[in-house]
């Protein structure tokens, strides 16, 4: 009698059980109890409590300044990955190989650095920064300043998403729509745009998620101007250290939210883009 074939891939049901119990234990004692938490706390004192805490002057700044730094930061990046993505995988120049390292820059690099990095380069004591502030441009200290480290951090993550799926999809549709006597704006258009548009909005997905949730770059430019320059992160640890943990916990429950909002995004655009 021949032994019964099994997949060199398969496991026994017990070591699946506890693999996947494993999995699930992890993600409620480290993800799902810590957010539970934060809306059971935020909610505490009451809705009245809450609600002034998220509509006082300071929070309503912050909430306003995130969301405007983001604003700008999204198109920027379509704009800069759509930009990269294209040269890289269309042509064939000296120095690709540099410019490929150079995106995964403020993945290796700490956001504390690259906030310093820019307080060197734009603020007052710096030749192009003391320029600027002559001439009635104030980066650091400033929202210029947020929207330049929300930038920098944010910028890698549509290029990373459209380079691998154009790189795959190869550039044999827009040579033929090349030869029909289509313009370079008509390719993009209806050619390219079309084909990349799911990992295009997956890359701008990630992008605002870290936009709105970065700290470290951000709180060196802010210089924490309370209803001026504190982003939502930095409102949150400028309440907290001063004891006021209703104010603190109702504006992480706002930020929870919304990365509960991009998490359903993700899932939604993911789905998508397989179908």
């Given at each position: ?149 929300t930038v ?20 044999a549709q ?77 504006v992480s ?23």
């Open positions: 009698m021949s032994r019964p074939t099994t997949s060199p891939t398969s496991e026994s049901p017990w070591l699946r059980r506890m693999l996947i119990g494993t999995a699930l234990l992890f993600m409620a004692l480290f993800l799902l109890v810590p957010l539970i938490s934060i809306f059971v706390e935020a909610f505490r004192q009451g809705l009245q409590v809450y609600w002034a805490a998220i509509t006082e002057p300071d929070a309503l700044s912050a909430i306003k300044l995130t969301l405007l730094a983001a604003a700008i930061a999204l198109p920027l990046n379509a704009i800069f990955g759509i930009a990269v993505a294209w040269a890289v995988t269309k042509f064939d120049f000296r120095g690709k190989s540099l410019l490929l390292t150079l995106i995964d820059l403020p993945f290796s690099v700490s956001p504390v650095i690259a906030g310093l990095a820019l307080v060197l380069v734009f603020g007052v004591n710096a030749a192009l920064g003391g320029w600027l502030e002559a001439n009635g441009l104030q980066v650091i200290f400033a929202v210029p300043g947020i929207v330049l480290a920098f951090v944010t910028f890698p993550f549509v290029a990373r998403e459209l380079i691998p799926l154009m790189q795959a999809q190869g550039s827009e040579e033929a729509a090349r030869i029909l006597g289509a313009s370079g704006w008509q390719i993009f258009r209806r050619v390219t745009l079309p084909n990349i548009k799911w990992a295009l909005l997956y890359g701008l997905i990630l992008s605002n998620a870290r936009a709105m949730g970065e700290f470290g770059a951000v709180s060196i430019v802010s210089g924490h101007i309370r209803g001026q320059t504190n982003t939502m992160p930095l409102h949150i640890e400028v309440v907290y250290n001063e004891y006021q943990f209703a104010a603190a916990f109702a429950s706002l930020l929870a939210l919304l990365a509960l909002v991009t998490l359903v995004l993700k899932f939604v655009v993911e789905r998508r883009s397989h179908a």
